[in-house]
């Protein structure tokens, strides 16, 4: 099994910065991607930003320019640097790992618990 311990959501006001952290433990042997997802009030989870194990990343065009999604291998970490957060960046972040536990023969996906980011205007 994979954990995910996400941290670093709270409070800004629009213009401001946060940073979000996820890090994964447990039997892992490999990680093929991590990214963050969001989901507003009435809305659908969302894909934020992502990044594979090879250093693709992808952004949602909302957050493109602002928001920066990065990896520590080592650690099994991935930060997401929000910048010009906008009131419409308000939800709950969830972190998601693509990742082969050992013994797996194939990677599952597990997501973190969530971390509220609220931003005022």
């Known amino acids: 099994q994979v954990q995910l311990v996400e941290s670093g959501g709270g409070l800004v006001q629009a213009g401001g910065s946060l940073r979000l952290s996820c890090a994964a433990s447990g039997s892992i042997f490999s990680i093929n991607a991590m990214g963050w997802y969001r989901q507003a009030p009435g809305k659908e989870r969302e894909l934020v930003a992502r990044?594979?194990?090879?250093?693709?990343?992808i952004y949602a065009g909302s957050v493109k320019g602002r928001f920066t999604i990065s990896r520590s291998s080592a650690e099994n970490t991935a930060y997401l640097q929000m910048n010009s957060l906008k009131p419409e960046d308000t939800a709950v972040y969830y972190c998601?790992?693509?990742?082969?536990?050992?013994?797996?023969?194939?990677?599952?996906?597990?997501w973190g618990q969530g971390t509220q980011v609220t931003v005022s205007s």
């Open positions: 990044i594979t194990s090879d250093g693709t990343i």
């Open positions: 998601r790992c693509t990742a082969q536990t050992m013994g797996a023969r194939v990677p599952n996906f597990y």
